[in-house]
């Protein structure tokens, strides 16, 4: 059965150091899905991004794909001290055990989440405002359709661009077991975001999720997913972080100095 259960936690006023860490992430990935028995198919995958346009929106992404089509991913924004993360599962969870497994790996003093059941697609918060949120979480169902591994590799590969998001991994994509797999999981990390992409063999149906940490055109992401899929597609649309956290006050009164030496040695190319 394809996982329907969605938990999506944002997370201010969390610890430098923890978040800065690829150790702590990687060992919460592992925390989460030994607790909440996902099963992973994969070892995590981690991607250090410090190489952005905006020294300031550095941090770690990282993510764990797993049995029945679903995943753990992480995205962290230390220089902005916050970080999100993402839970798609087909087993049952106490969402503020979920929360309390993270924080002890990466501490936040405020937290904010919310589950979605994919199964009906409507979010518990479906209000947006770009000039305040943190970005936007596009949750995708398709029903009657055929996909390979190559296909969803080459749509991965294709969707970023399209819709203005910067890919900053290839895809990688995976079955869910060597013999008589039942799922086929793609991950494409986009500048401290992600696409995902869980595809059922038997059922004929897939998962997708776009989350930027910027806004984009709704009506060409529409498009895209329209001329990809046809018209056996629901799309759900909820904002990422909450107003009063769109810039966080201790990043403005601690102005790192890697920052500042990243900025220097860029304005002298």
């Not at 993510?63 to 970080?83: A, D, K, M, Q, W």
């Not at 995902?196 to 989350?211: R, V």
Request: net charge negative.
């Amino acid at each position: 059965m394809q996982a329907t259960r969605h938990f999506m936690l944002d997370a201010y006023d969390c610890n430098f150091e923890q978040a800065n860490s690829a150790m702590v992430v990687n060992n919460l990935l592992v925390t989460l899905a030994n607790g909440l028995d996902m099963n992973p198919v994969m070892p995590p995958y981690l991607l250090p991004y410090y190489y952005c346009d905006e020294p300031e929106d550095g941090g770690i992404s990282a993510f764990v794909l797993c049995e029945n089509g679903s995943h753990i991913t992480i995205h962290t924004f230390p220089y902005r001290y916050c970080y999100f993360v993402d839970v798609l599962t087909d087993r049952f969870f106490e969402e503020e055990r979920v929360k309390e497994l993270i924080c002890q790996h990466i501490y936040a003093e405020n937290m904010q989440s919310m589950v979605n059941d994919r199964r009906t697609n409507i979010a518990l918060r479906r209000d947006i405002n770009s000039s305040a949120d943190f970005g936007p979480h596009y949750m995708i169902s398709v029903e009657n359709l055929d996909a390979t591994m190559e296909s969803i590799f080459k749509w991965l590969d294709y969707i970023a661009p399209k819709i203005n998001m910067l890919p900053i991994s290839r895809p990688y994509v995976i079955f869910d077991r060597i013999e008589n797999p039942e799922f086929i999981s793609g991950m494409l990390v986009v500048a401290q975001s992600h696409i995902a992409f869980h595809y059922s063999i038997s059922e004929k149906t897939a998962n997708l999720d776009i989350f930027s940490c910027s806004f984009l055109d709704d009506g060409v992401v529409e498009s895209i997913i329209e001329q990809s899929f046809g018209e056996d597609v629901q799309i759900c649309l909820c904002a990422r972080g909450g107003s009063k956290y769109k810039h966080n006050i201790r990043y403005a009164e601690k102005y790192n100095d890697n920052i500042r030496i990243n900025k220097a040695w860029r304005s002298n190319i």
